[in-house]
């Protein structure tokens, strides 16, 4: 067990509709990730949120927002979805941005999303 | 970010020594080396770090050699429960947030 809890675990939704994933981090972890991995894409970085305010953006789509909230749990919106979205949708969460332990994120156990 | 080029797959069997070499040639001066696991469905895992020389911990070494252009992660004595998919991420300190998972080794073994 990682200590990074993400809900729901899975969801089932149509094209166009619109959800929200959820993720607690570890406790005392300040940064967030959200990662994104499909059969052909693999494990995609999506964005980092640290202590509230977004630190850095990858390829994240523009239907797609986040935010981290003032008790350090974050949430990830998908909208207008597309049948391409379907994936394993994973938070992470570390320490700090980085530091000396910039490798050892925490992962949660991941949202399977399909989009019908 | 360096890019990393690592095997697709591998085969063992049980009882054996593991090595997987990770090729990075363009890593810069202030770049770690980290080596994730990720079992299917489930997220990846921490499993060792280095910057330079050689680094264990309970569940497997790491060598790296003094131009660091390359890494291989080294899991003794593997069992079926090591199955999985090993990612190899070259990247700064501080910057976690721009971790690179490339496609990864998927390494299966058998009895």
Redesign the interface.
């Known amino acids: 067990d990682?200590g990074?809890t993400q809900t729901p675990k899975h969801l089932i939704t149509a094209t166009g509709q619109r959800v929200t994933l959820r993720c607690s981090p570890r406790s005392g972890d300040l940064?967030v990730?959200w990662?994104q991995q499909s059969l052909d894409q693999?494990?995609?970085?999506l964005i980092?949120y640290y202590n509230g305010e977004e630190?850095?953006k990858?390829n994240i789509l523009e239907r797609f927002s986040a935010q981290q909230f003032p008790d350090l749990h974050s949430e990830l919106n998908l909208s207008s979805l597309e049948l391409g979205d379907s994936a394993?949708y994973?938070c992470?969460s570390?320490v700090g941005?980085?530091?000396?332990?910039?490798?050892?994120?925490?992962?949660?156990?991941?949202s399977?999303l399909t989009v019908l | 970010l360096a890019k990393t080029t690592q095997p697709i797959s591998m085969d063992s069997y049980e009882g054996q020594e593991v090595n997987i070499t990770c090729s990075h040639n363009n890593i810069a001066t202030n770049d770690?080396?980290?080596w994730y696991q990720?079992f299917p469905?489930?997220?990846?895992?921490?499993i060792i770090?280095g910057y330079k020389t050689k680094v264990t911990n309970e569940v497997a070494s790491l060598f790296i050699p003094a131009d660091r252009k390359s890494s291989t992660l080294s899991l003794p004595r593997v069992s079926l429960s090591d199955t999985a998919v090993y990612?190899c991420?070259v990247?700064?300190?501080?910057?976690?947030?721009?971790?690179?998972?490339?496609?990864?080794t998927q390494l299966k073994v058998e009895l």
């Open positions: 990682s990074v940064s990730y990662y693999g494990l995609q970085f980092q630190r850095a990858g394993l994973f992470a570390s941005t980085g530091g000396f332990y910039a490798g050892e994120l925490f992962f949660g156990e991941g399977r | 770690y080396i980290t990720q469905s489930q997220g990846p895992r921490f770090q990612y991420l990247g700064p300190a501080g910057g976690g947030n721009k971790l690179t998972f490339g496609t990864g």
